[in-house]
């Protein structure tokens, strides 16, 4: 079986820092993309982040200049370093990898929430 696991999410004020990691573990060969959902209350899940196994990296407009998304292929982990952040950051951050096994397979974290204060 495989699971992600996050960590790193809290409660910080407008202009703060959060890094979220995402640790892979389980009996896989390797991941193939990975990648940040949020969800805020009332709203639809949204794509934060993407970074693929080579390290080319996509974000949603709002976050760009702010997040960077990183991974480290040896740990099997990848991290959300987010700046400056704002209210409308505030939601619950999900981290998604996609597994090559006997195929490719779509895994999801459980999630951490971020909560920013203005």
């Known amino acids: 079986q495989v699971q992600l696991v996050e960590s790193g999410g809290g409660l910080v004020q407008a202009g703060g820092s959060l890094r979220l990691s995402c640790a892979a573990s389980g009996s896989f060969f390797s991941i193939d993309a990975m990648g940040w959902y949020r969800q805020a209350p009332g709203k639809q899940r949204e794509l934060v982040a993407l970074i693929n196994r080579g390290g080319t990296t996509n974000y949603v407009d709002s976050v760009k200049g702010r997040f960077t998304i990183s991974r480290d292929n040896a740990k099997n982990t990848m991290y959300l370093q987010m700046n400056n952040l704002k209210p409308e950051d505030t939601a619950e951050y999900s981290c998604?990898?996609?597994?090559?096994?006997?195929?490719?397979?779509?895994?999801w974290g459980r999630g951490t929430q971020v909560t920013v204060s203005s």
């Open positions: 998604y990898a996609r597994i090559v096994r006997s195929g490719f397979t779509n895994y």
